[in-house]
Nanobody, 114 residues
Framework: VQLVESGGGLVQPGGSLRLSCAAS????????MRWYRQAPGKERELVAH????????NYANSVKGRFTISRDNAKNTVYLQMDNLKPEDTAVYYC????????WGQGTQVTVSS
């Protein structure tokens, strides 16, 4: 099983990034997926959740209206579109297949700074 994130980087406040997470080794289309983030010195935070079919999503209050989670089951990939980024969005972002699977990616760094 692998979850491989990509798309992180350095962006100015107000900018956008799109994270991708490529999954392999399990039946991706059958399971919900999540994005988490962890800033230095803080606990890991659930950012967004999407059900297996992609028709329902949930977001942390801190990112509602700015971030969009989506998935392409044909490509075994989940995305996180991040718009109007703020310095407080700086964190390592992790892709997660929640219980009963409990799989995690290695994380990708997002830094929002001028």
């Amino acid at each position: 099983v692998q979850l491989v994130e990509s798309g992180g980087g350095l962006v100015q406040p107000g900018g956008s990034l799109r994270l991708s997470c490529a999954a392999s080794g399990f039946t991706f289309s059958s399971y919900a997926m999540r994005w988490y983030r962890q800033a230095p010195g803080k606990e890991r935070e659930l950012v967004a959740h999407i059900i297996s079919a992609g028709s329902r999503t949930n977001y942390a209050n801190s990112v509602k209206g700015r971030f969009t989670i989506s998935r392409d089951n044909a490509k075994n990939t989940v995305y996180l579109q991040m718009d109007n980024l703020k310095p407080e969005d700086t964190a390592v972002y992790y892709c997660n297949a929640p219980p009963p699977l409990g799989y995690w990616g290695q994380g990708t760094q997002v830094t929002v700074s001028s």
